[in-house]
């Protein structure tokens, strides 16, 4: 199977609501990465873990190696979390890295 | 002050063309990679190098090469460019042994007619 999966694949909020996304790994990772994507395609990181929790104002992810997954919460939604979130794990065997298919919030008024 | 610069930043190019796509780092970083992007899909890595004068095949290189002059530049290269190639292309850089945080650049819109 493919060595990142992400889901959900969309998702859609009302401003002010909180939810969560995750990736799950087939395999051990030594870290990950979350990015956002804005609406010009430009990707933005939001965490680094190498393992762990990690938390910028509204947003927290978590990192567990071990249980071969990793979230990324999002409180309080605001129109400007509109955008697809990706997750990149770097494998622990040979330090390549994956990307999920990312998944696609919309955050409406 | 961007770290991580591409050019062109969109390109049109024509069946059988040559096409090089370039990226610039200030990190000072060993590690540069090329990902291309399709519609609903992540990143999926092309070339990767772990300094100048290096270039790695990543997971989809076929139809791709890259060249890595210097630490701060590297290129990638379609020779004899497809439609199938139309896509976005993303360079980052990264530190490289045990750190494996990517930085990237702004993306390179390419389609081939």
């Known amino acids: 199977g493919m060595p990142v999966e992400q889901n959900p694949p969309a998702l859609s909020l009302y401003e002010g609501a909180d939810s969560g996304l995750r990736c799950n790994f087939s395999?051990?990772?030594?870290?990950v990465q979350w990015f956002q994507q804005n609406h010009r395609g430009r990707l933005i990181t939001l965490f680094y873990?190498?393992?762990g929790t990690k938390e910028n104002g509204r947003l927290k992810s978590t990192f567990n190696s071990k249980e071969r997954y990793s979230t990324l919460h999002i409180k309080d939604a605001q129109l400007e979390d509109s955008g697809t979130y990706f997750c990149a794990a770097e494998a622990g065997n040979n330090n390549r890295i994956f990307f999920g298919d990312g998944t696609q919030l919309v955050v409406k008024p | 002050e961007a770290a991580v610069t591409q050019s062109p930043r969109n390109k049109v190019a024509v069946t059988g063309g040559k096409v090089t796509l370039s990226c610039n780092q200030t990190?000072?970083?060993?590690?540069m990679y090329w990902y291309r992007q399709d519609t609903g899909h992540g990143l999926r890595l092309i070339h990767y190098s772990y300094g100048a004068g290096s270039t790695e095949k990543g997971d989809i290189p076929d139809g791709y090469k890259a060249s890595r002059p210097s630490q701060e530049n590297f290129s990638l290269i379609l020779e004899l460019a497809t439609p199938s190639q139309t896509s976005v292309y993303f360079c980052?850089?990264?530190?490289?042994?045990?750190?494996?945080?990517?930085?990237f650049g702004p993306g390179t819109r390419l389609t081939v007619l």
């Open positions: 873990l190498a393992q």
């Open positions: 395999t051990t990772m030594k870290s």
């Open positions: 980052a850089s990264g530190a490289g042994t045990g750190v494996a945080e990517q930085f």
């Open positions: 990190n000072n970083h060993n590690n």
